[in-house]
T-cell receptor
């Protein structure tokens, strides 16, 4: 079955530690996205990538980094510079057609120890 | 920058009744797309319905329909014959096209809908 796989489902970070969230898709989609969801707020865009080896900052990119070395994979690193990392992180992908919907993964809940 | 406003943080309705969730947005664009996504307790985001701004006809998907008022920049979602499985967070989202294909989605803060048995 085609879809988007995010791992792990739950992740804990210690102070000063970098952690990486995995996102893999087998939908053959060119575009991939990372969103952050906090309680009482909508989804906010962290980074997005329209094509391999290219990515753009979203609205809240500070303290995060990404790479897009393969079409299927778009990992997100939460660095120690992100002072409030506790949130639910959603990865999404889509084909590059105007107005096409986004497909979402099942998310990763990141908490600080 | 585009903004999306959902003014109803929470709503509840009896099973089998009809409920309308409101959404307004702010943009200077003429061509764009609007979406309603559902997030049930599993937290999986599921597309409910999609509307192209250049189409005057309101989109419908079974029990779900929208009232799209372009001049008023309003995009409400109507759920008819509500079911227990409709209990979820509902997010309104806006997308404007770019030269590269898809543009990013901008989301509202969501409405938590509870269907009461």
């Amino acid at each position: 079955d085609g879809g988007i796989t995010q791992s792990p489902k739950y992740l804990f970070r210690k102070e000063g530690q970098n952690v990486t969230l995995s996102c893999e898709q087998n939908l053959n989609h060119d575009a991939m996205y990372w969103y952050r969801q906090d309680p009482g707020q909508g989804l906010r865009l962290i980074y997005y990538s329209q094509i391999v080896n290219d990515f753009q900052k979203g609205d809240i990119a500070e303290g995060y980094s990404v790479s897009r070395e393969k079409k299927e994979s778009f990992p997100l690193t939460v660095t120690s510079a992100q002072k409030n990392p506790t949130a639910f992180y959603l990865c999404a992908s889509s084909i590059r057609v105007l107005g096409e919907k986004l497909f979402f993964g099942s998310g990763t809940q990141l908490s600080v120890l | 920058a585009q903004t999306v406003t959902q003014s109803q943080p929470e709503m509840s309705v009896q099973e089998a009744e009809t409920v309308t969730l409101s959404c307004t947005y702010d943009t200077s664009e003429n061509n764009y797309y609007l979406f309603w996504y559902k997030q049930p307790p599993s937290r999986q985001m599921i597309l409910v319905i999609r509307q192209e701004a250049y189409k005057q006809q309101n989109a419908t998907e079974n029990r779900f329909s929208v009232n799209f008022q372009k001049a008023a920049k309003s995009f409400s979602l109507k759920i008819s014959d509500s079911q227990l499985g409709d209990t979820a967070m509902y997010f309104c989202a806006f997308m404007k096209p770019s030269n590269f294909g898809n543009e990013k989605l901008t989301f509202g803060t969501g409405t938590r809908l509870t269907i009461i048995p």
